[in-house]
């Protein structure tokens, strides 16, 4: 079992009571050592018990580069990705669709 962090101490009593934890945007950095044990205990304790979803603009086989350590990627991957369903959207943004009104506002 991966050694206790300050965040996994902080959030144990939490995360386990939850029924559904979302990571959102999941991804954009590289983790560090403590926060691939974080992710992985926080996967372990979760597993066939509570629901997790993952969102991410990376795909999913560059998260081992994500993870950085393959053994550790394994494991959490492993766990996310057992039972999952996986929906893959494609396409631009939906941001980029929806454009606020302009108003002719005179500055004061």
Do not use: F
């Not at 962090?5 to 050592?33: F, H, Q």
């Not at 304790?45 to 997790?52: A, G, H």
């Not at 580069?65 to 959490?76: K, L, R, S």
């Amino acid at each position: 079992m991966p050694a206790e962090t300050a965040v996994t101490r902080s959030c144990s009593r939490a995360w386990p009571k939850r029924t559904l934890l979302i990571l959102d945007d999941w991804g954009p950095e590289k983790l560090n050592d403590e926060q691939r044990r974080d992710l992985l205990e926080i996967v372990e304790d979760r597993y066939e018990k509570r629901s997790t979803i993952v969102t991410s603009q990376i795909p999913v086989e560059h998260w081992y580069d994500m993870i950085g350590n393959p053994t550790i990627a394994d494991a959490v991957l492993d766990r996310l990705v057992h039972n999952a369903y996986r929906i893959e959207l494609s396409g631009e943004s939906m941001r980029k669709h929806k454009v606020l009104p302009v108003t002719d506002a005179t500055p004061a």
